[in-house]
């Protein structure tokens, strides 16, 4: 990883079995909504953003017709997180 650079790992599961969500479409943000990559997770439901500068992000999830939107703040030392259904 670059100095001053992080990387984000999402590991996606369903609430009630823990059973990791394969093949889910996963997109990284920028602070302004811009789409910056896409995947569609693994069979272990993980996706990883790699060589991510500093600043604010958002990860959208959609899955069985539904779509969600995790706002991250990445800061040196620190990240902020929180989940809120997309608009």
């Known amino acids: ?9 999402v590991r996606l599961s369903e609430f ?5 969500l394969g093949e ?3 997109t990284l943000r920028n602070g302004q909504r811009q789409l910056l990559i896409g995947f569609v997770t ?5 996706a990883l953003f790699e060589q991510l500068a ?6 959208q999830v ?3 017709q539904q779509t969600w939107e ?3 703040v990445l800061v040196e030392g620190t990240l902020a997180v929180g989940a809120q259904p997309a608009s």
Request: hydrophobic residues 40%; glycine residues 12%.
């Open 54 to 59: 500093l600043g604010r992000y958002f990860i």
């Open 1 to 9: 990883v670059v100095a001053g650079a992080a990387a984000i790992a």
């Open 24 to 26: 889910t479409r996963v």
């Open 62 to 64: 959609r899955h069985s």
């Open 42 to 46: 693994n069979q272990e439901g993980t």
């Open 16 to 20: 009630s079995s823990g059973r990791p």
């Open 70 to 72: 995790i706002p991250l």
